[in-house]
């Protein structure tokens, strides 16, 4: 308040000084000439000299020091204030762009979220759309669990049965090859040997016929040649289906089965493997016998089947009496060759019938003159 120049005191430090210099007025009057040699401001020199009307000026000088003091303190404070404001917007700001930020941030999350409980109404729909399945197939799986039990028990009875009857049938293979097997080959020989007693007959016959009259010779010699002539020397000619029937058909094979007088040559596994591919091949032609001996019955018609034999030469022994006539190959010789050379071998004046799915043998016994029909149509026929 004194004024001093360079530097200020506390108010408690002015006030003190005040109080000294009151008190002493030989130790003011020292300050003040003192006062002189330094710097004081005017409110020091008046305090310390003490004119005439000293406490007034001073006191307006305070008043003005107090008003600028108040005018700096409200100017500073309009400036501290000037830059609160400053801050304060400028926080705003920043606080409106965060805001901002969070709204669209908000905004991103809500529509995630609607994203995310559509997935998961999506993701519970299969969930239980998924247990609904696991439920079927579960049940669907102990079903079939039981189905496979209950068909494997039938199976262990039916093959415990055919193992019965395999040993059955093999009690009866060897008891019965003792007459079976000379007795069919005795068959045989004795159809080849009325065959050759035939064709003799025929010769003889030509040449004991009484001779024609002079004028009719050459008429004679006509009939003659044509009553003589061996019917296998005659190319043979296939059995024609009546209209409208399509080889292959069933109605076709039925034709060609109820055929009067025919001839059914049978290729054997060809068809047994067809029609039981599970079975071995004892069981195979034990099945396939029963079945054309039921062809017999059905169609009146005679049925030879061909087996390839076994691999040493020799043929699977014959255990039960038979309307099929069974034949099986010699060692290194195929079904095939001697189903087209039976047909050869059968009178031209008989329809013949192969059952084959084998293309060679088909096409062999076309060139001859044979009807043919395949393995899957006879089994067809056969089980209808």
């Not at 009057?29 to 020199?45: I, L, N, P, S």
């Not at 008429?219 to 005659?234: H, L, Q, W």
């Not at 004046?349 to 043919?372: F, L, T």
């Amino acid at each position: 308040m004194l004024g001093f120049r360079g530097g200020s005191l506390s108010e408690h430090a002015t006030g003190v000084v005040i109080r000294v210099l009151d008190d002493d007025e030989a130790f003011r009057e020292q300050v003040a000439a003192a006062a002189d040699a330094v710097e004081v401001a005017t409110a020091g020199r008046l305090f310390l000299q003490r004119p005439d009307g000293w406490r007034t000026e001073l006191d307006r000088l305070v008043d003005a020091e107090r008003e600028r003091r108040t005018a700096a303190a409200g100017a500073e404070a309009e400036r501290s204030a000037a830059q609160r404001v400053r801050g304060l917007e400028r926080s705003l700001d920043e606080l409106r762009r965060r805001l901002d930020a969070a709204t669209a941030a908000a905004a991103r999350a809500a529509e995630d979220l609607d994203v995310e409980r559509a997935r998961r109404r999506t993701a519970e729909r299969d969930r239980s759309d998924l247990e609904q399945r696991v439920a079927a197939a579960e049940a669907g799986r102990a079903r079939a669990v039981g189905e496979l039990t209950a068909a494997r028990s039938t199976a262990e009875v039916r093959l415990a049965r055919v193992r019965e009857l395999e040993a059955q049938v093999e009690a009866l293979r060897e008891g019965r090859d003792h007459w079976a097997t000379p007795v069919l080959s005795g068959i045989d020989r004795a159809r080849e040997a009325l065959e050759s007693l035939s064709e003799a007959l025929g010769e003889v016959s030509s040449h004991v016929r009484r001779p024609p009259e002079t004028g009719d010779v050459a008429a004679a010699a006509a009939r003659d040649a044509g009553s003589s002539a061996d019917p296998r020397r005659v190319r043979r000619t296939p059995v024609r289906l009546v209209r409208g029937a399509i080889d292959g058909t069933l109605e076709a094979t039925d034709q060609l089965l109820r055929t009067p007088g025919v001839l059914v040559l049978v290729d054997g596994y060809n068809v047994s493997m067809a029609g039981w591919p599970h079975l071995d091949v004892t069981a195979q032609r034990a099945s396939l016998q029963s079945m054309l001996a039921t062809l017999v019955a059905r169609a009146s018609a005679e049925v030879w089947v061909v087996f390839d034999g076994d691999d040493d030469g020799r043929s699977p022994a014959v255990t039960t009496l038979s309307p099929v006539r069974v034949r099986y190959t010699s060692a290194g010789v195929e079904a095939d060759d001697v189903l087209i050379a039976q047909v050869g071998e059968v009178r031209t004046d008989r329809p013949v019938v192969v059952v084959s799915s084998d293309r060679r043998v088909r096409d062999g016994v076309a060139a001859a003159g044979a009807n043919s029909i395949s393995s899957q149509a006879l089994l067809e026929w056969c089980r209808r």
